[in-house]
């Protein structure tokens, strides 16, 4: 479908499912070893909801949006498991690529396997920065310092839409207006180095939203951002997601920010998900060891900053993985002869509500 050049039509978010991923696993292939950066990894994101994704670094949240979007670079792969995305009829895939990798399944509805697709192919350059779009860590380094912030937003919307330079300007300085840079048609016309780190990330998301994706991935999007910038970053977020009816997928380290937005949340560490439930379940009845250190850790008014509790030890080196379960380095409820021997598997405690732990 040829979307207008000028204005964004709203709608109304859904609840039938967008994206599902299904025992994903993405592994690095390097001389020191093999990491497994995602392993065996399943979620579901419904049309116009937010699902969150928390854990250290390190635990495989960016790769597993990597994968998503096709962009996990060699020694790294895409191994096993399946991303399904559900594409309305509506959006047409690029140069009729639709026929060669959909499943028509209704009349309003095509599957595509995203894991079947060419990283490379027109078919998946069609969806990647279009239908599926993705907010990078660190803006100061994300956009080209030798191209204006203009150039690379028209360029974005040119690739994708059938517009013409006049059209695709109108649309980057409109975006830029929505998302609440100041004086956009001259601002369009600056490099990034003279916007200030907030409006970096103003304009990246202004990038990502450029052409009304059906899901935004938000990679710690506010990181090295002061909290009052964070707060606005946040709440405009919030407001597009509500008015374009998109679904998000937000990676953070801020167990805060994820109580605000997101709906569901997936808790991850070394490559795995160790818990998956809806976010009210999840921060009042957490089961598995791991969020509920988390939680221990996070500041409360009147606790003093000696009392904060860490979790000890470290993570683990991801090419000598500890046997059993790979937390039980660091959980307090480590049993020898269980915990170290056999690796737990996800399971449901209560309907909803999941966790991967030999002790529930």
Known sequence: MQHEATQLEEKKPTMDLLLEVKNLKTYFFLEEGTAHAVDDVSFNIPRGRTLGVVGESGCGKSVTARSILRIVQPPGRIVGGEITYHRHAHSEAYGGARVATGEKVESDEEVIKLTNLDPRGQAIRHIRGNEIAMIFQEPMTAFSPVHTIGSQLMEAITLHQKVDKREARDRAIEMLDRVGVSQPKQRIDDYPHQFSGGMRQRAMIAMALSCRPSLLIADEPTT?????????????????????????????????????????????????????????????????????????????????????????????????????????PRCREFQPGLCDLEEPELKAVEPGHEVRCLRR
Do not use: W
Not at 251 to 273: D, F, P, R, S
């Open 224 to 328: 090295a951002l002061d909290v009052t910038t964070e707060a606005q970053i946040l709440d405009l977020m919030g407001n597009i997601q509500s008015s374009y009816g998109m679904a998000m997928m937000y990676i953070t380290h801020n167990l805060g920010v994820v109580a605000e937005l997101a709906q569901e949340v997936v808790v991850m560490y070394m490559g795995k998900v160790v818990e998956h439930a809806d976010v009210r379940t999840l921060f009042h009845s957490p089961q598995h060891p791991y969020m509920q250190a988390l939680l221990r850790s996070i500041p409360h008014i009147g606790r003093k900053a000696n009392e904060l509790e860490a979790i000890k030890g470290m993570v683990p080196d991801p090419y000598h993985l500890p046997p059993g379960c790979r937390f039980h």
